[in-house]
C-alpha cells in the first residue's frame, strides 16, 4: 500500500532534512575551529620550549630530547608529531603521554588540558618545584599553580606567564618571550 504524502508533508521532511544538515555543518565548523585552536597552541608549546631555559639544561646530553608531556587527556590528536621534525636549540621534541596517576618525572614541558578533571600534584607541591614548566588553556591554572596558560581572547591564543612561579622552579624566561605575553604575574 502506497503512503500518500502532501505538500506539507514534504515541506516539513525538506525543513527536517536542512535543520539537520545545518546542525551537522555546524559541528564540523566548530570541530574545524577547535582544530585550528589546538593547532595553534601546538605551535605555541614548541616556541615555549625555543625560548625557555632549564637550570640543568647546560648538563644535559646533547641528544637528549625536550620531552613534552601530556597530561590525561590529550585535545591536539595529532599535531603534536610535526613538533618531532623541528629541532630545538639542536635536540629533538619527545612526545610523551601522562596518565592522571603518574608522575611527570621525565618531562620538561607539561600540558595539562582544561578538560581533565584532577590536576597534577606538582602544581599544589610546596617549593623546591621540580623544573618542570607546566602549560594548560585553563583560565584558571595560574591560580591553581601552573606557570603557562594559553588562553583564548576574541578567538586568538594569548599567552598568560606566572614569572613567580616559573622562577621558583628555576625557569627562565627570555625577554623576547616575556614581551609577547598578555598578562605577567
Not at 525543513?15 to 559541528?27: A, D, K, P, S, W
Not at 625536550?66 to 590528536?77: E, R, V
Not at 594559553?150 to 599567552?159: A, E, Y
Request: proline share 5%; net charge negative.
Amino acid at each position: 500500500m502506497p503512503i500518500e504524502t502532501t505538500g506539507r508533508d514534504v515541506c516539513f521532511a525538506r525543513l527536517l532534512f536542512m535543520l539537520l544538515l545545518g546542525v551537522l555543518l555546524g559541528n564540523f565548523a566548530r570541530a574545524d575551529e577547535i582544530s585550528r585552536e589546538y593547532r595553534i597552541k601546538a605551535a605555541y608549546l614548541y616556541n615555549l620550549s625555543k625560548f625557555i631555559t632549564w637550570p640543568d639544561e647546560d648538563q644535559m646530553a646533547k641528544d637528549a630530547p625536550i620531552t613534552l608531556c601530556i597530561y590525561g587527556y590529550n585535545p591536539f590528536d595529532t599535531y603534536l608529531d610535526k613538533l618531532r621534525e623541528h629541532p630545538v636549540r639542536g635536540r629533538n621534541i619527545a612526545i610523551r603521554a601522562v596518565a592522571e596517576n603518574e608522575s611527570p618525572e621525565g618531562c620538561q614541558l607539561l600540558f595539562v588540558s582544561q578538560h581533565n578533571a584532577n590536576a597534577p600534584r606538582l602544581l599544589s607541591a610546596a617549593a623546591p618545584y621540580p623544573p618542570i614548566l607546566t602549560v594548560s588553556d585553563d583560565q584558571d591554572f595560574l591560580i591553581r599553580g601552573g606557570m603557562v596558560a594559553l588562553i583564548n581572547i576574541n578567538n586568538n591564543v594569548q599567552l598568560d606567564i606566572n614569572l613567580t612561579r616559573a622562577k621558583q622552579a628555576g625557569l627562565t624566561f627570555s625577554a623576547n618571550l616575556l614581551e609577547v605575553a598578555h598578562r605577567i604575574q
